[in-house]
């Protein structure tokens, strides 16, 4: 089992910045994940993906919604990812999930076998 477990959400003003942290216990990355990535869902819409970066070599990929806006990181002694929201606006008001996955550069949450609980994050105009 991976256990995943999110905080840093929050509110805040249109043009500043969060950062998201995801925890990860468990098999983790020496048995089973290779991958984790960001992925957030709106009220009415579907999960959608955010971002994503392996463990092993740090490649990383983005949605071009954050593209320029949002950076995924890791700290492999931490079993730790982040994801450093900066000007943030109204439209990345969602709740925001970590998920561990087997294969890099995965961009489709099928590809994700374990998740976090969520948090919230909203942006006010």
């Known amino acids: 089992q991976v256990q995943l477990v999110e905080s840093g959400g929050g509110l805040v003003k249109a043009g500043d910045s969060l950062r998201l942290s995801c925890a990860a216990t468990?098999?983790?990355?020496?048995?089973?994940?290779?991958?984790m990535g960001w992925f957030r869902q709106a009220p009415g819409n579907k999960r959608e993906f955010v971002a994503t970066?392996?463990?092993?070599?740090?490649?990383?990929a983005y949605a071009d919604s954050v593209k320029g806006r949002f950076t995924i990181s890791r700290d492999n002694a931490k079993n730790t990812v982040y994801l450093q929201m900066d000007s943030l606006k109204p439209e990345d008001t969602a709740v925001y999930y970590c998920?561990?996955?087997?294969?890099?550069?995965?961009?489709?949450?099928?590809?994700?076998?374990?998740w976090g609980q969520g948090t919230q994050v909203t942006v006010s105009s």
């Open positions: 468990g098999r983790t990355v020496s048995t089973y994940a290779r991958a």
């Open positions: 970066i392996s463990w092993r070599t740090a490649t990383t």
């Open positions: 998920a561990a996955g087997r294969t890099i550069g995965a961009v489709m949450s099928s590809m994700y076998g374990y």
